[in-house]
């Protein structure tokens, strides 16, 4: 078998952006619900919260996660 034909495509790119055009999750159930339907994160970035905590800030644009969002606010998001 070639090498070639065991190269993986990752799901992950980059991609520049600017801040007007992404929006950023830290909660790990929306996050796992917009990868389970094929929006990935363009950027990922170590953060702290209010309370000191030590979190993940995962950044997804708001084009891909329009239609996900509004099923996430009806609480439809599966």
Same mark, same amino acid.
């Given at each position: 078998?070639?090498?070639?034909?065991?190269?993986?495509? *990752?799901? %992950? +790119? /980059? @991609? *520049?952006y600017i801040?007007?055009?992404? !929006? +950023?999750?830290?909660?790990?159930?929306? @996050?796992? %619900? #917009?990868?389970?339907?094929?929006? /990935? *994160?363009v950027d !990922? #970035?170590?953060?702290?919260?209010?309370?000191?905590?030590?979190?993940?800030? #995962?950044?997804?644009?708001?084009?891909?996660?329009?239609?996900? #969002?509004?099923?996430? %606010?009806?609480?439809?998001?599966?």
């Open positions: 078998m070639d090498k070639k034909d065991n190269i993986i495509q *990752p799901n %992950l +790119r /980059y @991609r *520049p801040a007007d055009e992404v !929006i +950023r999750i830290v909660n790990p159930k929306q @996050r796992d %619900l #917009y990868i389970k339907h094929n929006v /990935y *994160p !990922i #970035y170590p953060s702290v919260d209010k309370d000191g905590k030590d979190i993940t800030v #995962y950044i997804f644009l708001k084009e891909e996660t329009q239609d996900l #969002y509004q099923k996430w %606010l009806d609480h439809t998001l599966e």
